[in-house]
């Protein structure tokens, strides 16, 4: 049996604005600064073997001073991942685009599907090789992009054709 609530039969009766679609940021975006930091650690990792002035600077400031620094990359990144995976999304209704970047960014405005004037997508070629890039949509004098999208062809033809719609109920 299915109970709902209150609220829930308030939501599903009221049309203000009907959810197109849901994205946030893809975990695979991140696969670029894992896979520099990966390699930069290693570097500081092994460097004594086979680096004769990366072994001296090492004896000088201290070998554990560069084990620490090279693990010292990790819990930042992993805060970074955390971060954005779980706080950036980005909601299109049938009438706006509402973005959210966390608590750590300010308030982005909800962009209006009527003033809408373009739609891009790009992304690193990393980044396209794991299908994840930007998009980039500009209202006027305003535009913002959606960093880690996945899929971002997808969602930018989601958000053309919205916006070509809102426009034409106008």
């Given at each position: ?6 609220h829930e039969r308030q939501w ?50 201290g070998s554990l001073a560069m ?41 982005v405005a909800s962009l209006a ?58």
């Amino acid at each position: 049996m299915n109970v709902e609530s209150k609220h829930e039969r308030q939501w599903r009766a009221d049309p203000a604005q009907q959810d197109l679609a849901w994205a946030g940021y893809d975990p695979r975006a991140m696969i670029p600064a894992i896979a520099l930091s990966a390699i930069a650690s290693l570097l500081l990792w092994t460097g004594r073997w086979y680096l004769d002035d990366f072994s001296a600077f090492a004896d000088r400031v201290g070998s554990l001073a560069m084990f620490g620094l090279a693990w010292g990359v990790w819990p930042a990144l992993v805060a970074v991942f955390l971060y954005r995976t779980v706080t950036y999304t980005y909601r299109l209704t049938d009438r706006s685009l509402l973005i959210d970047f966390g608590f750590l960014s300010p308030p982005v405005a909800s962009l209006a599907l009527e003033s809408v004037t373009a739609v891009a997508v790009g992304g690193g070629w990393i980044g396209r090789h794991f299908g994840v890039g930007w998009v980039e949509v500009r209202s006027g004098d305003r535009s913002v992009r959606l960093r880690g999208v996945r899929q971002p062809d997808i969602l930018a033809v989601t958000i053309r054709e919205a916006a070509e719609k809102a426009k034409a109920r106008t």
